[in-house]
């Protein structure tokens, strides 16, 4: 098990699209455990995805509940899967679309609203190449959008609308 160094903006291997998972193997599972590992170490963060450390494959990790948990006034409508391990997902379904505040531990200076749809349905592998569909809204629904945006090589700021969407902050919480 290992913690990974997080590249973080402007690293040019950040927009690199990352190619599919094809072997279901032993490294892909050491690789799900070090980007748990690795998520754990950012406070507050709800997601992972394997650009992020360098590895340009569609593998992402989205757990919000410790943020759920801890505020259930302000996100009292996400829908809360647990940890959802994402290989190869895909977005079949979108409904609604809201406008919520994002950051990244790839973006440690800046906090933007993106607009997102409310409500996705996603398939996707799991590490065991088992294939699975969830329904998620809310602010689930957010994580998985922004995680999967790591593997098509985006960025939050890519989609922040205006420079006035994006705030500064002192320190990443
Ligand atoms: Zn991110």
């Known amino acids: 098990m290992a913690v990974l160094e997080i590249l973080t ?5 950040l927009s690199d699209p990352a190619l599919p998972v094809t072997d279901f193997n032993r490294s892909l599972v050491q690789l799900v455990v070090d980007l748990q590992e690795t998520m754990l170490v950012g406070p507050g963060a709800v997601g992972i995805a394997a650009p992020q450390v360098g590895v340009a ?19 009292p409508k996400s829908s809360r899967n647990g ?5 190869n997902p895909e977005i079949v379904e979108r409904d609604g679309e809201v406008t919520g505040r994002e950051g990244c ?24 190449g088992e294939s699975r569909e969830y329904h998620c809204h809310g602010f689930e629904s957010r994580a998985i959008q922004h995680e999967i945006d790591h593997l098509d090589g985006k960025l939050f700021l890519d989609r922040v609308m205006s420079p006035r969407e994006l705030f500064r902050r002192k320190a990443y919480k």
């Open 9 to 13: 903006y402007p690293d040019t291997r």
């Open 83 to 87: 940890r959802l391990v994402l290989i």
């Open 57 to 75: 494959q569609r593998v992402a990790i989205v757990d919000v509940s410790p943020v759920l948990e801890g505020d259930r006034n302000r996100k």
């Open 105 to 128: 531990l790839s973006v440690p200076d800046y906090t933007g609203n993106v607009l997102r749809a409310d409500a996705i349905r996603v398939q996707a592998s799991n590490e065991l």
